[in-house]
T-cell receptor, first 110, second 115 residues
Framework: LAKTTQPISMDSYEGQEVNITCSHN???????ITWYQQFPSQGPRFIIQ???TKVTNEVASLFIPADRKSSTLSLPRVSLSDTAVYYC???????????FGKGTRLHILP | NAGVTQTPKFRVLKTGQSMTLLCAQD?????MYWYRQDPGMGLRLIHY???????AKGEVPDGYNVSRLKKQNFLLGLESAAPSQTSVYFC??????????????FGDGTRLSIL
């Protein structure tokens, strides 16, 4: 399982776009990049997953450069309710288990 | 649709007591997982199961036992609780991992304090 590195915490303001970058230098050919979101007193919730280039859904966008050694989760026009911990995970989708790191604590200010 | 339900939501134990945490899922998922979450540590995998009657160790299995007698239930047991096991415990379930997009679904956690 590839190790990931992401910032411990970030602050931003309502209405801004937030980009959280995750480094995964040892990503393997079959590995996918997955992001989860966790609100206080709740379990993590799947946000988005990708393999290369760009993936977009109703919640976020995921940008993955050609070398796949990093990825960026982009949250458009954040609100106070986006305050949460965001986890970047890298692994083969056929793996029996996934390992969570410490995540990035995002704090949105009014 | 309940998804993943954890019982109880809160519990306080004395050192040496035993208890069982129950996780139930109604999505017919094959895989189930138990994690613990401590401040500043993210989630750490305790045990997991790839199907009824099977269990496997995760990152931090010591001091815990699990059972998967029924597909929809995954039990986490503490035989002799220790203060170091004070934590928030999360259960998750998921389909058989394959090449499609198969995220895990999490419960809302059990907050356990060991005095």
């Amino acid at each position: 399982l590839a190790k990931t590195t992401q910032p411990i915490s970030m602050d931003s303001y309502e209405g801004q776009e937030v980009n959280i970058t995750c480094s995964h230098n040892n990503i393997a050919t079959n590995d996918y990049i997955t992001w989860y979101q966790q609100f206080p007193s709740q379990g993590p919730r799947f946000i988005i997953q990708g393999y290369k280039t760009k993936v977009t859904n109703e919640v976020a966008s995921l940008f993955i450069p050609a070398d796949r050694k990093s990825s960026t989760l982009s949250l458009p026009r954040v609100s106070l309710s986006d305050t949460a911990v965001y986890y970047c995970l890298v692994g083969d989708r056929r793996d029996d288990k996934i390992i969570f790191g410490k995540g990035t604590r995002l704090h949105i200010l009014p | 649709n309940a998804g993943v339900t954890q019982t109880p939501k809160f519990r306080v134990l004395k050192t040496g007591q035993s208890m069982t945490l129950l996780c139930a899922q109604d999505m017919n998922h094959e895989y189930m997982y138990w994690y613990r979450q401590d401040p500043g540590m993210g989630l750490r995998l305790i045990h997991y199961s790839v199907g009824e009657g099977t269990t496997a160790k995760g990152e931090v299995p010591d001091g815990y036992n699990v059972s998967r007698l029924k597909k929809q239930n995954f039990l986490l047991g503490l035989e002799s609780a220790a203060p170091s096991q004070t934590s928030v415990y999360f259960c998750a379930s998921g389909r058989i991992p394959d090449l499609s997009n198969q995220p895990q679904h999490f419960g809302d956690g059990t907050r356990l304090s060991i005095l």
